[in-house]
C-alpha cells in the first residue's frame, strides 16, 4: 500500500509538472530578466544585515531605551522599487537605532484594497504611501490623515519644492500629502520598427499618427499594442484622447463628476477613439493580456506602440532598451492647452499614528533631498524637488522632465482623477465600447447613470 | 479519603490526602494563560506587536534597535514545559503527581525572570503580557497546594470541588466553547451583514440606516447584478451536467481493471491538488491568444482567424467555466469511485444472470444504487457554482461581461468601498443558497429517517 501511496506522489508530482511546463512555455527573453531581477534582490538584502548587526552591540552597551519604531506600509512590491525601499529603510535604521522602522511591504494591487483596514485599524501604520489627487482628497474629508503642514514648514519644504505639488498636497490651505516622485505617460515605440515600416519622425498629430498605423499595417507590423485584461491602460487611452479633443479642464470637470457623460465633447473623444479603432491600430483581443503580457509583441518585433507609464521600463528588457523611445500623444484641436498624465506617488500619515513624531522624522526624511537623489538615480522617478541633480540623467529621463515641463496640465490618471466607483464603471464603459464601438449610446447613457447615483449619494 | 472529582479521568493511584488531577489541571491551565501571554501580549508599553516572544526573536536575529532582555528566553522555555507537563499529568493520570511536582519546580524558574528583571519596571512599564506571565508562573507554583483536600476546603469552604457539575451538564460544558466560537465568527457576522445591507457604509464614516434602497437599485437599475445572476446560473448549470456526466464516465472506465488505470486516476485528479488561483494563471497562460497552448495549437492546425478566448466578451466567461471544470471533473471522478466500490456485487450477478445488457445493467441497478453519491455530487456542484470566485478575480477581475456575485460583492465592497452595497448581494447570495442547502438537508433528514 505504502509503495502504491508513493508511486501516486510521484505521478502526482510529474504531472503538474508537465502541465506547469507545457503551459509555461514563456519566452527566453523573459527568462533573463527573472534571472537579473533575483540577483538585485540578493544583492539589496545582505547590506541591512552588516549594518544591523553593529548597531545591535552598540545598543547593548548603551543605557536600555525603549525602542519606539515607526510602523511604515509600503506598496513598493516590485522588484526594483522594492530594493529601492528596503535599502532606504536600512539607512534610517542604521541612524536611529532608538526608533527603527518596521516596515510591510505588499504588492501594489493588494495594497490599494488594504489601506482601509489599515487606517481604521488600532494600531494603524504611521507612514503609508499613497497616491495624490482625488485619493487622498477622500481620506482627508473624512479626517483619516494626519495634517502634517508643521512638517512641512519646519523642513521648509515650501521653497524647495515646486509649486504645483505643493498645491497637489494641499487641501483646504493645509498640507496633508508629501508628493516624492511622479512619472509620464507617453506613447512608448521601437524606433526600429518605425524604420521598417518607412516611418521618419514619431507622429504629432493625430492624422500622423493614423497615417503611422496604415504604414505598420502595410509590413504586417500590428502599430499599437495594449494589455487591457484589467481594464486600466484602456483608461490612458480615454484621458489622452479627451484632454487632446476637448483640454484638460473640460477632463478634471468630467472626472469631477461635473460634466455629464452624455455630453457632446465625451462623444467626440469617442468619435476619436472609433477612428483608431476602425484603422486597426490596436492589436487584436486587447482584453486578452494583462499589461505585462502586452509588451511580448513588442519585444518580438511585431508591434510597434505602446501607450504606458515610464514603468514599462521597469518590465521591458534591458538588452532591449536601446531600441525603446517614447514620443508626446499627438495633438488633436491644436487650439486646446497639452495636458499631460502624470500620476504623483508620495506619502502621508494616518490621524491614528502611535508614533507621530518619529512617523514626522521619517517622512521629512523620505522627502529629503538625499532620497530622492537615490529615488531618481537608482529608479528614474522624477523628483519633486527642485533641488535635486538631474544633469546626469540619460539622454531619455529629460526628455520626458521636458515633455512634462512642457505640458500647460498635469492629471493624476482616470481612476486616480475620479472616485473609485466612477472609475470602475467608466473602465468597463471604455472596454465594452472597444468591443462593440456602435454600442456608445447605452455605454453612455449607463455611465450617466452612474455620475447620477454618486452625486445623489454624495449629496445627502 | 475520597474527594470524588468529575475532573478525574481513569485510573488514578491515590497517595493518601493528595488530588493531584485538579493541580495538574490548574497548571495546564497556567501554562495555556502563559502561553497566550508570551505570543500575544504586550511585554513593555502598550505597543502589541512588543510581545515577549518578539523580544526573544530580535535578541537571536540581533536586529536593529532591540530591547535587551537577557533573561527572557527562560519563559518560552518555562511555557513549553509547564504546557507539556500538564498535558502529560492530564493523560497518564499515573504520573499527574510527578507532574504537579515538574510544574512547580518550572514556575519557580519562571518567577526567577521576575525576581530577576523586576528593578526595571522604572525604565520601561512592563505591559499586560508581564503581568499575566507573572501570575501564571504564580500559579504554576501555587497549584502543588491545590492538590491537598484541606487546602481546597481553606479555599472553597467544603470538599466538593465547585467544578463538580452533574453528569449532564457535561455535554454542555464541552458544547460551549466550539458554540461560542460558531456564534462569534459565523452568527454574529451573518447579523452584522444583513445589518448593513440597509446602511451606505462606506468603511470609513459611520454606517447611516437607508432602508431597502440598496436592494430597489439592485433589482432595477444594476446591469453588473443581472450579468453576475446570469453567469452564476450558466456556471450552475454547466456544473451540475459536464462534470458529473464526464466524472461518472471516468469512474466507471477507471473502475475496470486495466493497465495504468491507477496512473490515468491520478492525472485527472491531480489538478484538484492545485489551488483556484494557480489553475486561473495556468489557464489564463493556456487562453493567451499569441503565445497560449491552444492558439498555438490551432495556429499548427491552420484555423484562421484565431478566437481571443479571454478577451472576447461572448467567450470570456465559457472560458473560466472550462477552467472550474477540468478541475471539478477529476472531483467528481474520485467520489464516484468511492461509490462504484461500495456497491453489492451480489445485486450486479443477479442482474446478469437476470440477462440484462451492459446498459441496462448501468441505467436500472448501477445508476439507482449510485443515487447518494449523486445526490452529494450535485449540492457540491451548486455550491461550488454559487461561490465562484476566485477563478473570476485571478482571470479578468470582473471584466470582459464575467462578472459573478461573489466577485461582484467582493468588488463593490473593497474596490468600490461601497459595504453596504456589497452586503446587499451578500444577502442576496447568502439567500439563494439557503434554497439548495435547505433542500439538501431536508433531502439527507428524510433518508436518515428511512433508514
Redesign the interface.
Known amino acids: 500500500m505504502s509503495r502504491q501511496l508513493f508511486w501516486s506522489l510521484v505521478g502526482v508530482i510529474l504531472v503538474s509538472l508537465a502541465v506547469l511546463v507545457a503551459c509555461a512555455t514563456p519566452t527566453p527573453v523573459t527568462v533573463e530578466v527573472t534571472r537579473e531581477v533575483v540577483r538585485e534582490v540578493q544583492v539589496t538584502v545582505e547590506v541591512p544585515k552588516e549594518v544591523r548587526v553593529e548597531v545591535t552591540k552598540e545598543v547593548i552597551k548603551e543605557v536600555p531605551v525603549m525602542a519606539r519604531s515607526i510602523l511604515y506600509n509600503s506598496y513598493a512590491g516590485d522588484p526594483k522599487p522594492r530594493a529601492f525601499d528596503e535599502k532606504t529603510i536600512a539607512d534610517w535604521n542604521a541612524a536611529h537605532p532608538d526608533m527603527p522602522v518596521e516596515a510591510s511591504i505588499i504588492a501594489h494591487e493588494d495594497f490599494k484594497q488594504a489601506i482601509r483596514a489599515y487606517l481604521t485599524a488600532d494600531p494603524a501604520p504611521d507612514v503609508l504611501t499613497w497616491f495624490a489627487g482625488n485619493r487622498t482628497r477622500f481620506f482627508v474629508r473624512r479626517g483619516l490623515i494626519r495634517d502634517i503642514s508643521k512638517m512641512w514648514a519646519d523642513n521648509k519644504f515650501d521653497e524647495v519644492y515646486a509649486p504645483g505639488f505643493k498645491a497637489l498636497a494641499t487641501t483646504d490651505g493645509k498640507q496633508y500629502f508629501l508628493p516624492t516622485s511622479y512619472y509620464w505617460w507617453a506613447i512608448y515605440y521601437r524606433p526600429s520598427l518605425f524604420e521598417k515600416a518607412g516611418i521618419t519622425k514619431t507622429p504629432e498629430t493625430f492624422d500622423e499618427l493614423l497615417d503611422a498605423c496604415a504604414k505598420l499595417n502595410a509590413v504586417g507590423i500590428t502599430p499599437i499594442t495594449i494589455g487591457a485584461r484589467f481594464k486600466w491602460p484602456a483608461a490612458g487611452w480615454f484621458d489622452y484622447l479627451n484632454m487632446r479633443t476637448n483640454g484638460p479642464q473640460y477632463h478634471i470637470d468630467l472626472t469631477d463628476l461635473k460634466v455629464p457623460y452624455t455630453d457632446e465633447g465625451v462623444r467626440k473623444t469617442f468619435a476619436n477613439w472609433r477612428r483608431l479603432i476602425d484603422a486597426k491600430c490596436f492589436i487584436e483581443n486587447p482584453a486578452a493580456f494583462d499589461w505585462q503580457e502586452a509588451i511580448d509583441p513588442m519585444v518580438q518585433g511585431q508591434a510597434a506602440m505602446y501607450l504606458m507609464g515610464q514603468f514599462i521600463v521597469d518590465s521591458y528588457p534591458d538588452e532591449l532598451e536601446n531600441d525603446l523611445d517614447f514620443f508626446r500623444f499627438p495633438i488633436i484641436d491644436p487650439n486646446v492647452p497639452i495636458g499631460e498624465d502624470a500620476p504623483t506617488d508620495g506619502y502621508f500619515m494616518s490621524a491614528r499614528a502611535r508614533n507621530s513624531e518619529g512617523g514626522e522624522a521619517f517622512l521629512a526624511y523620505l522627502g529629503s533631498r538625499e532620497v530622492q537623489q537615490r529615488a531618481f538615480e537608482e529608479l528614474g522617478r522624477l523628483p519633486t524637488r527642485t533641488d535635486v541633480d538631474i544633469s546626469k540623467a540619460s539622454p531619455a529621463i529629460q526628455k520626458g522632465i521636458k515633455l512634462i515641463q512642457s505640458a500647460d496640465f498635469i492629471a493624476q490618471f482616470y481612476d486616480r482623477d475620479t472616485t473609485p466607483p466612477m472609475a470602475e464603471a467608466g473602465m468597463d464603459g471604455f472596454l465594452r465600447f472597444w468591443d462593440n464601438p456602435d454600442d456608445l449610446d447605452q455605454i453612455l447613457a449607463d455611465l450617466e447613470a452612474e455620475r447620477q447615483r454618486i452625486l445623489a449619494e454624495e449629496g445627502q | 479519603m475520597s474527594a470524588p472529582s468529575a475532573a478525574s479521568f481513569g485510573r488514578h493511584i491515590r497517595v493518601e490526602g493528595w488530588e493531584f488531577t485538579v493541580s495538574v489541571l490548574v497548571g495546564l491551565g497556567c501554562g495555556v494563560v502563559l502561553l497566550i501571554a508570551v505570543v500575544f501580549l504586550p511585554w ?2 502598550d ?4 510581545n515577549a516572544a518578539r523580544i526573544v526573536s530580535d535578541n537571536l536575529y ?7 532582555a537577557p533573561w527572557l528566553w527562560l519563559l518560552p522555555l518555562v511555557t513549553l514545559l509547564a504546557v507539556v507537563l500538564g498535558l502529560w499529568g492530564a493523560l497518564k493520570s499515573d504520573y499527574d503527581g510527578v507532574a504537579a511536582a515538574g510544574m512547580t519546580l518550572v514556575g519557580l524558574v519562571g518567577l526567577s525572570y521576575f525576581l530577576l528583571t523586576f528593578d ?1 519596571r522604572t ?2 512599564p512592563p505591559g499586560a503580557g508581564y503581568w499575566l506571565a507573572l501570575l501564571a508562573c504564580l500559579g504554576l507554583v501555587g497549584q502543588f497546594a491545590l492538590a491537598h483536600p484541606r487546602v481546597i476546603v481553606a479555599v472553597w469552604g467544603r470538599r466538593r470541588l465547585p467544578w463538580s457539575l452533574p453528569k449532564s451538564a457535561w455535554p454542555l460544558v464541552f458544547l460551549l466553547p466550539p458554540l461560542l466560537l460558531y456564534f462569534v465568527w459565523i452568527i454574529a457576522p451573518t447579523v452584522y451583514t444583513i445589518y448593513l445591507s440597509f446602511t ?1 457604509w462606506d ?3 459611520d454606517p447611516r440606516y437607508i432602508g431597502l434602497r440598496n436592494y430597489v ?1 439592485l433589482f432595477t ?1 444594476d ?1 453588473n447584478f443581472t450579468e453576475s445572476l446570469i453567469n452564476n446560473l450558466r456556471w450552475l448549470i454547466v456544473f451540475i451536467t459536464v462534470p458529473t456526466t464526464l466524472g461518472l464516465a471516468m469512474a466507471l472506465i477507471f473502475n475496470t481493471e486495466m493497465r495504468g488505470g ?2 490515468y486516476k ?2 485527472f ?3 484538484l ?2 489551488s483556484l488561483p494557480v489553475i486561473g494563471l ?10 497560449g ?1 491552444i492558439n498555438q495549437f490551432l495556429m499548427q492546425v491552420g484555423v484562421s ?1 484565431l478566437p ?6 461572448r467567450l ?1 466567461i465559457w472560458c473560466v467555466i472550462a477552467a472550474a471544470v477540468w478541475r471539478q471533473v477529476g472531483y467528481v471522478m474520485v467520489l464516484y469511485l468511492a461509490g462504484l466500490k461500495n456497491l453489492d456485487p451480489t445485486l450486479l450477478d443477479a442482474a446478469m444472470v437476470d440477462g440484462a445488457n451492459r446498459w441496462q445493467l448501468f441505467r436500472f441497478v448501477i445508476l439507482p444504487l449510485l443515487a447518494p453519491v449523486t445526490t452529494i455530487i450535485i449540492v457540491i456542484s451548486i455550491i461550488d457554482s454559487l461561490r465562484a470566485f476566485d477563478l473570476v478575480a485571478i482571470m ?2 470582473g ?2 461581461s464575467t462578472q459573478v456575485l461573489a466577485n461582484f460583492m467582493y ?1 463593490e465592497a ?5 459595504m453596504g452595497y456589497g452586503a446587499a448581494i451578500a444577502v442576496i447570495l447568502f439567500l439563494i443558497s439557503l434554497v439548495f442547502i435547505g433542500f439538501y438537508l431536508s433531502r439527507v433528514v428524510k433518508e436518515e429517517l428511512e433508514y
Do not use: E, H, K
Open positions: 513593555w508599553g505597543n502589541l506587536t512588543l540581533g536586529a536593529a534597535g532591540a530591547l535587551t526595571r525604565t520601561s451606505d468603511s470609513v464614516s437599485y437599475r446591469r491507477r496512473w491520478v492525472s485528479y491531480a489538478p491538488v492545485l495556468i489557464w489564463a497562460w493556456v487562453y493567451n491568444p499569441r503565445l497552448l482567424p481571443g478566448w479571454l478577451g472576447d466578451r470570456a479578468t477581475r471584466g470582459q468588488m473593497f474596490n468600490n468601498y461601497r
